[in-house]
């Protein structure tokens, strides 16, 4: 009897200690991301293909960088920042570490596009960052009460006054200056020619300001504010638009004359990451056509996976063709690395703007 | 026995210097060290003032803080007109069972996260909300009005989210009071004005003046309420600190505003006790 109760103990504890190597070589993967790019399906998929467990914190690319600037690049394995706010950060912070492209699957992605953010997050010959998510911003529109706007500048169109909401953040900025005839874009690189058409930008939206219901800060405030009435034309992502085409037929993303701004969110390591098997796994993960299809339907954005675009549901589908004719995906303003310093500027324009009466 | 004694003061002080060091004091000078640098280049940082001369340079930041200050003196002033009947009934005119039940009342709104609290305030006032569509069904106004996004909604907001802190203190402080004082008051003729004034607000002092820290403070440090009910022209100090820190990664700045935030509201706090002739002393007392 006392042998078999020790036989019983020993089997016990070999299988314990089995059971605790498998969970030893199985990471907890740190991901700080933007809201519906982690779906619980998605997570729940990937914990049981892999063995590894997914703790998802949604941010924004402010916070996402200001966070890992924090803790010098830890606390997190993996981050989702858009292609823009890499090389900058990174030049300047030092939060990222290098991508090792061998342990990417680059079958998965779009070429152009994987060539493209490869190209726009290089630091000192290493590549930061990989494309995942893509979409653009431009006008979300009640078609009907806010007929004439065709333009970011129509904002300030006085039959849309006290009906109109925008954010205080950089693609304003930008936005404005397109549709002002300017091209930011182009300056970026010479900080007077900058400053000089962010001035012109100030005084424009200094002008337009009583236009302006409220400044919204987070999709969901803007939502609130469509659905009511209270605002009917905006700034804002085109999933924003679809996503309220559902409830109110009237109201859709409409590409602004002068040109949507579009951006890519990416993958970026961070620099004090302790799971980059688990990071590389995910990435690898997600990039594949079925779950990009699952995460497209969720987030409303197409993905840099290719053929991810064939599981999305037709209705998705329908409302991306409407809102963009061919020509308007051609005038599609991809938003090219931030130069470190130019945020100053535009941070003293925001600060003034906010002020104004 | 001299040094045992001591080794039990040590460890029981021990805590606070710990909280104090670690929690305070490390953050703070850290916090300093980035305010006192300017950068220069990429990655590169030099010892300046420049920061601390930015903010006095510039008239928005000048203008923003002090309006910042108005507001908040503003709303501690309304918090204790509003607060002192609340806790004056409380302390001396309820009785029984209904003491502990007004007190909970007051407790009660603090049981959720300011955010519910503020987004409350939100459904109230909003063009669509409830106040406007009660007045437009009422007839007493033709259109939706819009209560939102202006001053008066920051200073419900701050009011409302400050009360209980000034409620507290002054139940305490007036239960206290022994109710054959105001008597004693009455019967040598006074009138409720001057029992008032003479018994009452001088032993009430003490709660008043904690009190009224305590709303000056969180109301100056307040980041929520005013960006959510101020909308487009809210501008709130805390907001400048946040937008530096995180929008703009100029941690340099933001750090050398914190200290100003620090600075000006010690002082502030510091004048209103001499104005006042109460000291912090008097108040722990």
Known sequence: ?357 | MTSGRSLGFYLLLAPVLLWLLLLVIIPHIDLALVSLRERVGVGQYAFSFANFLTFLNEPLYLVTFARTAVMSILATFITLIVGFPVAYFIAKMARGKLQPILFVLCLVPFWVSELVRTFGWMILLRETGIISSLLQWLGLVNGPVELLYNDAAIMIGLVYTSMLFMVVPLVTTLSTLDDSLIEAGYDLGGSSASVFREIIVPHAMPGIVSGCIVVFMLSLGNYLTPIMLGGKDSLWFTELIYSQFIVRFNWELGAAFGFMLLFLSTAIVWVALKLTGQSLEKTMG
């Open chain 1, 1 to 357: 009897m006392i042998s078999l109760s020790m036989l019983k103990t020993t089997t016990a504890a070999a299988v314990l200690s089995l059971a605790a190597t498998q969970i030893a070589s199985a990471e907890t993967l740190r991901l700080l991301t933007w809201g519906g790019y982690a779906p619980e399906e998605v997570i729940e998929l990937f914990e049981k293909e892999t063995g590894h467990t997914v703790e998802v914190t949604k941010s924004n690319n402010e916070e996402m960088i200001a966070k890992l600037r924090a803790t010098g690049g830890g606390g997190f394995d993996l981050a989702q920042p858009s292609q823009d706010r890499i090389s900058g950060p990174q030049a300047e912070f030092g939060i990222y570490k290098p991508i090792d492209l061998s342990k990417i699957d680059d079958s998965l992605f779009i070429a152009s596009m994987l060539e493209a953010t490869k190209g726009n997050t290089t630091v000192d010959g290493e590549v930061y960052g990989v494309p995942h998510v893509w979409g653009t911003s431009g006008l979300v529109l009640d078609t009907e009460a806010a007929a004439s706007v065709k333009d970011y500048t129509d904002l300030c169109n006085d039959d849309v006054k006290g009906k109109v909401s925008y954010r205080l953040k950089r693609p304003t900025l930008i936005g404005f200056a397109y549709s002002m005839g300017l091209d930011p874009f182009a300056a970026y690189g010479d900080e007077a020619a900058y400053k000089e058409i962010m001035d012109k930008v100030e005084a424009k939206l200094v002008e337009c300001k009583g236009n302006v219901k409220a400044y919204w800060g987070g999709g969901d405030e803007l939502m609130n504010l469509i659905r009511s009435g209270e605002v009917v034309a905006s700034m804002a992502w085109d999933t924003g638009g679809w996503k309220l085409n559902g409830e109110m037929p009237n109201v859709t993303f409409v590409a602004p004359s002068s040109g949507s701004l579009g951006w890519i969110d990416t993958f970026v390591l961070p620099a004090k990451g302790k799971a980059d098997d688990a990071a590389y796994a995910w990435i690898n993960f997600v990039m594949r056509p079925d779950i990009a299809a699952k995460i497209t339907n969720v987030a409303g954005n197409f993905t840099a996976s290719k053929g991810g675009d064939a599981g999305v549901s037709e209705e998705l589908k329908a409302k991306y063709q409407k809102s963009y004719p061919a020509a308007d995906v051609d005038n599609i303003k991809w938003y090219p690395p931030v130069p470190a310093g130019l945020e100053v500027i535009e941070g003293g324009v925001l600060d003034r703007v906010k002020a104004a009466n």
